[in-house]
């Protein structure tokens, strides 16, 4: 099975549970605890991400996934405008089979910002 064959089809709601209270905000954590999967792709070179809620969470706080999809932008070609971001979850075989782009650090770095008086 190749890496393009399980590219989730990419819908407008994330994958929420039916009981979910209307207008309620899904959240990373939410996905998280329900098990879902985080797929970013990017339209323009056609790439697909996968990454753990919780991690995303780590790096962009606990948003939705409306939310998600308008901070990132591709790592690639750059762009915001190209990428879409959904939740869903796996099937058997995907909880397997998908290659999780896992977050290794954050790194602070130093920045010294002078100004002239
Ligand atoms: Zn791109």
Same mark, same amino acid.
């Given at each position: &099975?190749?890496?393009?064959?399980?590219? #989730?089809?990419?819908?407008? &709601?994330? @994958? =929420? #549970? /039916?009981? *979910? #209270?209307?207008?309620?905000? *899904?959240?990373?954590?939410?996905?998280? @605890? %329900?098990? =879902?999967? +985080?797929? $970013?792709?990017? %339209?323009?070179?056609?790439?697909?991400?996968?990454? !753990?809620?919780? /991690?995303?969470?780590?790096?962009?706080?606990?948003? +939705? $996934? @409306?939310?998600?999809?308008? !901070?990132?932008?591709? =790592? !690639?070609?750059?762009?915001?405008? *190209? &990428?879409? %971001?959904?939740?869903?979850?796996?099937?058997?075989? =995907? %909880?397997? +089979? $998908?290659?999780?782009?896992?977050?290794?650090? $954050?790194?602070? /770095? !130093?920045?010294?910002? *002078?100004?002239?008086?």
């Amino acid at each position: &099975m190749t890496n393009e064959e399980y590219v #989730p089809h990419f819908r407008y &709601m994330p @994958d =929420q #549970p /039916e009981k *979910w #209270p209307r207008g309620a905000a *899904w959240t990373l954590t939410h996905a998280h @605890d %329900a098990g =879902q999967v +985080t797929g $970013i792709r990017c %339209a323009r070179c056609n790439v697909t991400r996968y990454y !753990k809620p919780a /991690e995303l969470r780590e790096v962009i706080g606990n948003v +939705t $996934i @409306d939310e998600v999809r308008e !901070k990132v932008r591709c =790592q !690639k070609c750059g762009s915001r405008e *190209w &990428m879409g %971001a959904e939740l869903f979850h796996p099937t058997g075989e =995907q %909880a397997h +089979t $998908i290659r999780y782009r896992r977050l290794v650090q $954050i790194r602070w /770095e !130093k920045r010294v910002i *002078w100004r002239d008086e």
